[in-house]
């Protein structure tokens, strides 16, 4: 459990008891590669935090294509914020990439950590402020930089996912096909 209070320590800084109190109130879990955790349509009931393996979401468009939205390794959130905060159907899919150790926050819990510990609500407040902040980015880069330069900035950016993810995956988070991804790989290697 060390690793989500550093991750936690890096905006907040938490008493002993503070800790202890946000520890029982989320729960571990492990889970196998190929894992659905959270099924489109359903309402997303919590936020994950990877201790260690690999996660991703996604959405199946109407023509049954994957578009990956995020990519979770150790020591990052990851959930369907729309549902999470809104406590509608969500579009996305949480799967499990690898073996995985997980720990789970309920929303009712982490409703009832703002008021028991109020730094928390700053915590993820901050978190989401980031994850925005990313999200603009990314849109940003989608609608201005070639699938190259695209790529090129995942790889500078998760230089840890490379290895770790399939290409067709990769090639769905930049916005490309496999096999144009294939292509330009092999473009980009002969430089």
Request: proline share 3%.
């Amino acid at each position: 459990m060390a690793l989500i209070l550093d991750n936690i320590s890096k905006i907040v800084s938490l008493s002993e008891e503070e800790k202890k109190l946000f520890l029982s109130k989320t729960e571990t879990q492990h889970y196998k590669a190929k894992t659905i955790l959270h099924n489109a349509g359903e309402i997303c009931k919590e936020s994950y935090f990877v201790n260690s393996g690999l996660l991703r979401s996604f959405n199946i468009n109407d023509n049954i294509v994957e578009h990956v939205l995020h990519f979770a390794c150790e020591g990052w959130w990851i959930g369907d914020m729309y549902s999470l905060l809104s406590q509608k159907p969500g579009n996305l899919f949480i799967e499990v990439l690898e073996d995985s150790e997980v720990v789970m926050l309920s929303k009712e819990n982490q409703e009832q950590l703002y008021f028991d510990i109020p730094k928390l609500e700053r915590f993820f407040r901050i978190l989401t402020e980031n994850s925005l902040v990313a999200h603009q980015e990314r849109l940003m880069d989608n609608l201005s930089l070639s699938a190259e330069d695209r790529f090129e900035k995942f790889c500078k950016r998760y230089p840890t996912l490379i290895q770790r993810v399939p290409q067709k995956q990769i090639a769905s988070y930049i916005g490309v096909t496999p096999e144009f991804f294939s292509k330009m790989k092999s473009r980009l290697l002969k430089r």
